[in-house]
C-alpha cells in the first residue's frame, strides 16, 4: 500500500494503514508511524474534519475489530489521545493532547457500541498486521544459550525433547528481535 500521510503529531509521521469505516470519508482508521506504533483515528467531525488520534497496542485494535471490547473502550485504554483539527495542508493542522475524561461524549462512539461486522479484508489485516508480538531484548548469555540449544537440536535426533522444541517452530516465528505468536 501506498503511504498516505495523514498527521504529523509531535513530529512523527502517521501513515494510513487501514481503513476501517468508511462512509464519503474515512470515519475509524487504523494509522502506523516510522517506529509501527499504531494509532486508531476517529473523525468526531466530519464537516470541520476533526479527529481522535489515540496511540494504542495493537491487541487493543485486534479485540476492537473482533468486538471483544467497544470502540469507546478502545479510545479509554489510550494513554495518549490528540485532538486533530486539519486542514488544507498537514503542516497547518492543529493538534493537542486531551485527557479521555475531556473528550464530549458527543465526540465518541456510543457506550456499549461495538464494531459489529469483520469481513475478509478486516481478517487479512489481523491475520497479517495485528499479530499478537512479545519483544525480548536478547543478552551475550541469551546467544550463548541458543548457541548450545542449537547444537543440542543438530546432534540429537532421537531426544523426543528436541523434538518438541522443532514443532515449536510450527506455532512461533522469530523476526529480528521480536517473538510473534500468531492467535489467528
Known amino acids: 500500500m501506498e503511504n ?10 502517521l501513515y494510513l494503514e487501514k481503513n476501517i469505516v ?9 494509522c502506523i508511524d516510522d517506529s509501527k ?11 470541520e474534519l476533526r479527529y481522535l488520534v489515540a496511540e494504542l497496542d495493537s491487541n487493543v485494535i485486534k479485540d476492537m475489530i473482533l468486538s471483544k471490547i467497544t470502540m469507546k ?44 461486522f469483520i469481513n475478509d479484508d478486516l ?12 519483544s525480548f531484548s536478547i543478552g551475550q548469555q541469551t546467544i ?13 535426533t532421537d531426544n523426543t525433547f528436541i523434538k518438541d522444541i522443532r514443532n515449536m517452530d510450527k506455532q512461533y516465528t522469530i523476526k529480528g528481535e521480536k517473538l510473534c505468536m500468531n492467535l489467528a
Open 123 to 134: 481478517k487479512k489485516y489481523i491475520n497479517n498486521c495485528l499479530e499478537v508480538t512479545f
Open 37 to 47: 506504533q499504531r494509532y486508531l483515528v476517529l473523525c468526531s467531525d466530519s464537516e
Open 73 to 116: 473502550d478502545a479510545f479509554k485504554t489510550s494513554s495518549k489521545i490528540w485532538e486533530v483539527e486539519s486542514h488544507d495542508e498537514i503542516e497547518d493542522d492543529v493538534y493537542k493532547v486531551i485527557n479521555f475524561i475531556n473528550i464530549p461524549d458527543s465526540d465518541l462512539p456510543e457506550d456499549g457500541a461495538y464494531l459489529d
Open 144 to 156: 550463548q544459550s541458543i548457541a548450545i540449544l542449537n547444537k543440542l537440536i543438530m546432534n540429537n
Open 22 to 30: 468508511i462512509f464519503d470519508i474515512p470515519l475509524l482508521f487504523v
Open 4 to 13: 498516505i500521510l495523514c498527521f504529523i503529531i509531535n513530529g512523527k509521521n
